[in-house]
């Protein structure tokens, strides 16, 4: 990512990604140059003067890479003025109005239309999940014998309330 900073001492700093700048401060920029004959310098950092370059291990020289370039006067106000127009040639996305009449608001989701899951556990697991609770199983035992998760077992069972016939 590519930064262009400029500075000058009698006016505030400004930083601008150069691939996505912001229209104000490209044109509070052209102003600070203008005025205050301000200096740019164009870097891999948002402050080239706080930053830490990467250097070379055995020389502790500053890579090639994030050397910072630095531009005065007219070279720097051609660069700006060239964002400012890439800024102004972006046209907002139109939307076709073909598109638009596709548009079509949705029906309310009903018991029979509403998406879900398949259904896991039968009336048949349920009642031998019931079975198995009275008989003093753990949710966990439950859910390894039926081959379910335990809490699809406990949900079933809570959602269904189904009770064992009592034959005493």
């Known amino acids: 990512m590519q930064h262009l900073f400029v500075y000058s001492a009698q006016a505030p700093s400004l930083s601008i990604d150069i691939n996505a700048p912001d229209r104000s401060a490209v044109i509070d920029a052209i102003y600070i140059v203008d005025k205050y004959e301000a200096k740019g310098i164009i870097s891999n950092y948002r402050n080239p003067f706080n930053a830490h370059f990467g250097r070379r291990a055995d020389t502790g020289e500053i890579l090639v890479r994030e050397v910072p370039t630095q531009l005065e006067g007219p070279e720097l106000i051609d660069l700006l003025l ?87």
């Not at 079509?104 to 998406?115: I, S, V």
């Not at 069972?157 to 005493?168: H, S």
């Open 82 to 168: 060239q964002l400012k127009e890439k800024i102004d040639r972006k046209m907002q996305r139109k939307v076709s109005p073909q598109s638009l009449e596709n548009l079509r608001k949705r029906q309310a989701w009903t018991a029979e239309t509403r998406p879900t899951k398949p259904t896991v556990m039968t009336e048949m697991l349920v009642k031998r999940a019931v079975e198995l609770r009275d008989k003093g199983c753990s949710w966990r035992t439950v859910g390894d014998v039926l081959g379910v998760h335990k809490e699809t077992a406990r949900g079933a069972v809570n959602r269904t309330k189904v009770t064992v016939p009592d034959y005493a």
